[in-house]
């Protein structure tokens, strides 16, 4: 069985006078979910993620075109 995220809560416990966080405290609410199901959300997530990376490679000057 694997499991999905459902929730996640962060609560920082201490930070230093700069604001940097040195600890904190995390929360996960997690969900099983089918194998299947699984593959097909991180699939539907790449094809909505896809043109924002590629518009992000374009833009960006550190990658360089072929």
């Known amino acids: 069985m ?3 995220v459902e929730g996640l809560d962060v609560t920082v416990q201490k930070a230093t006078p700069g604001g940097r966080i040195t600890r904190l405290e995390a929360t996960l609410s997690l969900i099983e979910a089918p ?3 699984l593959i097909g ?3 539907r997530l790449a094809q909505a993620i ?4 590629s518009l992000g490679a374009v833009n960006n000057p550190l990658i360089r075109g072929g």
């Open 2 to 4: 694997r499991y999905v």
């Open 35 to 37: 194998v299947g199901s």
């Open 41 to 43: 959300h991180f699939e």
């Open 50 to 53: 896809a043109p924002g990376v």
